[in-house]
């Protein structure tokens, strides 16, 4: 890895903090459609940095996974590793950044978030679909602020298979159901028929965020480089865990909120507050 001066690491450092100027149109935007894709957040020098810490875990710890043809629609949209940053030092710099959490909280107009998990999602060179899903169907928690903020580490056009979102879906109730799968792409491809979609590609530095019920797909990887993406999901720092409504509510339980109780506050060690105003508001004053 390229070993960074200190100025460089105290850059990273700034840039991975400081405040991206949310602006009300960009929150009236994201209560309306679910989700929103925000250019110039994060800079190439930054994502370059971290996505080689990246890849090198997912490649550690997805080797020996089956051939393309062996694997189900679902193996075949990504390799998907979670929790990176329990692994490595260099990944954890990135997903506790408070640029993008703080976002998360402004978008989601609640005063903190906490980390739900983290997960790398590369899709392979020739890589399938990724089908027609919710991502909350697989959360036991108790409400609905829940972020997704997907973070391409290249550019990403429309042959590599970006994420795509369905705007307004998520106050859909049809199909809320349905694990990712075959099913849930067919049967959500014709109810959402009627919405408009957004699935343009993704310049260097754009990052998306979409709400725990937006649906959203992405399309095949047709070219011949792997579609690096890595992703946070943030939750409402005072999110209590709910009973599983289902065996994927129960197994994330299990990963994601270990001994958290039902309707205890999601605040097990894998699930830090990443910002929170009220801290912040303390330690400027104490700056004052
Ligand atoms: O990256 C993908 O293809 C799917 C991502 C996704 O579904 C998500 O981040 O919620």
Redesign the pocket.
């Known amino acids: 890895m390229t070993s960074l001066s200190p100025i460089d690491a105290s850059n990273l450092q700034e840039e991975l903090d400081s405040p991206f100027h949310v602006t009300d149109e960009h929150i009236a935007f994201y209560r309306e459609n679910g989700y929103i894709k925000l250019k110039h957040v994060l800079s190439a020098g930054l994502l370059a940095h971290y996505r080689e810490a990246i890849s090198r875990g997912v490649a550690e710890l997805t080797a020996g996974t089956a051939p393309m043809e062996q694997r189900t629609t679902y193996g075949k949209?990504?390799l998907q590793v979670m929790n990176l940053w329990t692994k490595s030092d260099v990944v954890r710099e990135f997903v506790v950044g408070k640029r993008l959490a703080r976002i998360a909280a402004d978008l989601m107009e609640t005063k903190g978030v906490r980390l739900y998990h983290d997960q790398a999602?590369y899709?392979e060179a020739g890589g399938g679909i990724?089908p027609w899903?919710a991502?909350q169907y697989y959360w036991p928690v108790s409400s609905d602020k829940m972020v997704?903020a997907?973070v391409p580490l290249q550019d990403t056009p429309h042959e590599m298979?970006p994420?795509a979102f369905c705007e307004k879906s998520h106050r859909f109730q049809i199909g809320r159901d349905l694990e990712i799968s075959e099913e849930s792409e067919i049967t959500l491809k014709e109810a959402l028929s009627t919405f408009s979609m957004e699935g343009s590609g993704f310049e260097l530095g754009e990052v998306s965020f979409?709400a725990g019920w937006t649906f959203?797909r992405?399309g095949p990887n047709s070219t011949d480089r792997p579609r690096e993406?890595m992703?946070m999901i943030y939750m409402d720092e005072s999110m209590t865990l709910a009973t599983p409504k289902n065996k994927n509510q129960m197994n994330d339980m299990e990963c994601w909120c270990p001994g958290i109780g039902i309707g205890d506050v999601v605040a097990s060690p894998l699930n830090p507050v990443l910002y929170s105003s009220q801290a912040e508001a303390t330690s400027s004053n104490m700056r004052a």
């Open positions: 949209a990504f999602l899709k990724t899903h991502d997704t997907w298979g994420l979409h959203h992405a993406v992703t």
